[in-house]
């Protein structure tokens, strides 16, 4: 713990304790099926609510907030250059060797910054579909990470063929297609007309994660770098597994899936997510790095 703490710094790593308590909160709370709702904000018509928050979900969302605080403190450490040992400074010009953490720091924080506005979505508001939609951009950004910006941009081609695939052939297949084909007007996101965007920005969503985490295993980063991008995109990739078998549970009756993967979901989730922030530290600095925070 000590050696971490030396490592890390001061400030990040009390946060990362920070993280480890809220997880351990929301995790009894889930297990305990504690869910203390806190209020709701009426939507426009004063009908349905359009945001509704629980003390369990803005404790989650309060980490990945954590998680974008760890990410953002990463890129200023990366940003201060090497440490010299001669000189007991920070030169004030990079060396090409810092580069590397340096893109992947900034490329991290744009990633938690799509991913903030996704997980807003998804706990606080029944705009489900749209918050698919906007970790699709998180993802994207994370392919830009780990297999250029080039790859990245034929794989945003890819996924959007996908997606063009998938609504169509949800939109003739579901009984959805016939609410649109009858009443445009009734296309919006929520609700059962919606499915065939929900079945492309889902289609997407896999084809985005799934290459990422490809990239993240082929790409060669320092040793801990390495563990850390590992990792958490496959930690990431679990959580996703127990949000498909959560909502196969609940939207198509297949009762046979136990109640847990709703747990299982933020037991992957927050861990992923810690690490993925804390993925492009130079750890190759050692102790020196904290002399950032002092």
Not at 55 to 75: G, H, M, N, P, Q
Request: hydrophobic share 50%.
């Amino acid at each position: 713990m000590r050696t971490l703490y030396h490592s890390l710094g001061p400030v990040i790593f009390w946060l990362v304790v920070v993280n480890a308590a809220l997880y351990a909160l929301f995790t009894v709370a889930d297990v305990c099926d504690i869910r203390y709702a806190l209020g709701t904000l009426p939507g426009a018509d004063g009908s349905a609510p359009e945001i509704t928050a629980t003390l369990t979900e803005l404790l989650k969302y309060a980490s990945i907030c954590v998680c974008l605080t760890v990410s953002a403190l990463v890129t200023r450490s990366v940003s201060h250059g090497r440490y010299s040992q001669a000189s007991g400074k920070f030169p004030s010009k990079k060396t090409a060797e810092d580069f590397p953490h340096i893109r992947d720091a900034r490329l991290q924080v744009v990633i938690f910054a799509f991913t903030l506005a996704a997980d807003f979505l998804i706990l606080f508001t029944p705009n489900f579909t749209v918050g698919i939609a906007v970790f699709c951009g998180a993802h994207l950004t994370a392919l830009v990470r780990y297999a250029g910006a080039k790859r990245a941009k034929a794989m945003a081609l890819i996924a959007l063929a996908v997606a063009a695939a998938a609504a169509a052939i949800a939109f003739m297949t579901s009984p959805a297609g016939s609410v649109v084909r009858d009443n445009l007007s009734t296309l919006s996101f929520g609700g059962e007309e919606t499915i065939p965007w929900s079945y492309a920005a889902a289609a997407s969503y896999t084809l985005l994660i799934t290459t990422a985490t490809v990239y993240a295993f082929k790409r060669r980063q320092a040793h801990m770098n390495n563990i850390l991008s590992r990792l958490g995109m496959t930690l990431f990739l679990l959580c996703d597994v127990n949000v498909l078998l959560w909502n196969l549970r609940n939207d198509a009756g297949l009762t046979g899936i136990p109640e847990q993967t709703y747990v299982l979901m933020w037991t992957f989730y927050l861990p992923a997510q810690t690490m993925l922030a804390l993925s492009a530290y130079d750890f190759e600095r050692g102790n020196s790095r904290s002399a950032v925070f002092r």
